[in-house]
């Protein structure tokens, strides 16, 4: 028995994300002066947008 194409899942994940992941939020924000492990907390820290490019 196959499974119905809608309910596959490949190739779902490799589109484009809308949002960083926590670690890749922190090494942004401290690549832009934004974040210092000393002073700032790692939760609530603000969202950070992909931008598409093309």
């Known amino acids: 028995m196959s499974l119905d ?3 596959k899942t490949k190739g779902s994940l ?3 994300r809308s949002v960083l992941t926590r670690a ?3 090494s ?3 690549s832009d002066k934004k974040f210092d492990a ?3 907390k790692v939760l609530g ?3 950070t947008r992909v ?3 093309g």
């Open 45 to 47: 820290i603000p969202k």
């Open 5 to 7: 194409r809608s309910l």
């Open 28 to 30: 942004k924000m401290q």
């Open 24 to 26: 890749e939020r922190i």
């Open 38 to 40: 000393k002073k700032d």
């Open 14 to 16: 490799t589109g484009v």
């Open 51 to 53: 931008s598409k490019a």
